[in-house]
């Protein structure tokens, strides 16, 4: 059974449709295009207390950790966070997490369900997997999501919001302010500033409401969604599929280093980036609002009558209207004609689509020719 957060015993809540992957959490507080604006002009505090979280303390747990997750974290400082991922031997992602180092804790926030590929074959959650990579290594980690949740402030007046509640603003993207009570770290996204805080799970309800009091207005994952899609980042198991490797949904380098070796699936990270080019990208979809229906996660983009993508997150935003991210072939441009699902007009943001990658290896190779 879904744990349900007391938060959505609040007057007001609104929980999530059934079937949601957000189960448990407020889907809205009564006005879910409100609350977007209120989050893109002022503050707003979503309960994202549905992540599951990882405790990773011990002596060695940075140099541990470098080897078993994409990310270059053997010089991560107490007071910085960054985005990682687990990759498989063939370089797909199997997890993407986020790190915050407090004091001698790596505390990691991911998706509830979380899993990997084990060491020993099949599939284990997340935990299951950092626990059989252990071996000789001075590091415990342990499952923490009865001891912190996450709530997430998104908003310009994210550290004003900080101030006025007591709590220390980190200052850069990722950065990490630790507190006996509350770790708060930092965020670039969604919108242009934000701020997740791992507070004491038995301290969630009087948390949620000290910052509501403060000023921060009530969102639900609605409109953190659509603020999500905005900003062009992905959610791993709805962006993704069993085949996307990093470099498709711009995890690389925020949540992937090209060039630290040493851990699963480096090779294809490297070989990608220096030689070759992804086979797909993530885009913007701009979905035409006249639709009766708007298409489902998974479903097929296709122009012509040719398939040329995924669909991914969708979302209904407060200024741009349905939207929607997709996986789509590389061939596919700004100016592609396209349907989403069975028959929703949609076209590609140009301002979402990535510069290539410069395929170093190959510029090399040529420069060697002349």
């Given amino acids: 059974m879904t744990p349900r957060s007391p938060i959505l015993d609040l007057p007001g809540a609104i929980p999530p449709p059934d079937g949601a992957v957000d189960s448990g959490v407020a889907w809205h507080w009564g006005d879910p295009f409100a609350e977007q604006r209120a989050a893109a002009r002022k503050v707003a505090v979503v309960d ?78 997340l935990l299951e997997y950092f626990q059989q990579m252990v071996f000789w290594s001075k590091v415990e980690p342990r499952d923490a999501t009865a001891e912190r949740a996450v709530l997430s402030l998104v908003g310009p007046e994210t550290p004003d919001l900080l101030e006025r509640v007591g709590l220390p603003v980190p200052a850069g993207e990722y950065a990490v302010a630790p507190g006996a009570d509350v770790v708060v770290r930092r965020m670039p996204w969604p919108g242009h500033d934000a701020a997740d805080l791992l507070v004491p799970r038995a301290e969630l309800v009087a948390w ?69 080019r992804p086979p797909r990208r993530m885009l913007l979809l701009h979905l035409d609002g006249s639709a009766e229906s708007l298409p489902d ?69 040529q420069g060697l020719r002349h």
């Fill in 48 to 125: 994202r207390s549905h992540r599951e979280v990882i405790a990773v303390p011990g002596e060695e747990r940075l140099a541990w950790l470098h080897l078993v997750i994409s990310q270059h974290v053997t010089g991560l400082a107490d007071g910085a966070g960054t985005e990682a991922l687990v990759l498989d031997s063939q370089g797909r992602v199997d997890a993407h997490m986020l790190l915050a180092h407090a004091g001698d804790t790596v505390w990691i926030d991911t998706e509830r369900g979380a899993q990997a590929s084990g060491a020993r074959g099949g599939e284990v959650s």
């Fill in 208 to 276: 949620w409401t000290k910052l509501t009091d403060a000023g921060a207005r009530p969102m639900g994952t609605f409109g953190f969604e659509a603020l999500r899609v905005e900003s062009g980042k992905p959610r791993l198991g709805v962006d993704t599929d069993e085949k996307t490797i990093p470099h498709e949904v711009n995890w690389v380098p925020s949540a992937a280093h090209v060039a630290k070796g040493c851990y699963r699936g480096q090779e294809t990270v490297s070989k990608v980036h220096n030689v070759g």
């Fill in 297 to 365: 996660t998974g479903a097929a983009v296709r122009s012509g009558e040719k398939v040329v993508g995924r669909v991914g997150s969708v979302a209904q935003h407060h200024e741009l209207g349905p939207i929607a991210l997709a996986l789509l072939k590389r061939s596919v441009g700004a100016g592609a004609e396209l349907v989403a699902g069975e028959s929703t007009q949609a076209s590609v943001d140009p301002d979402s689509i990535p510069p290539d990658t410069p395929a170093l290896g190959r510029v090399a190779a």
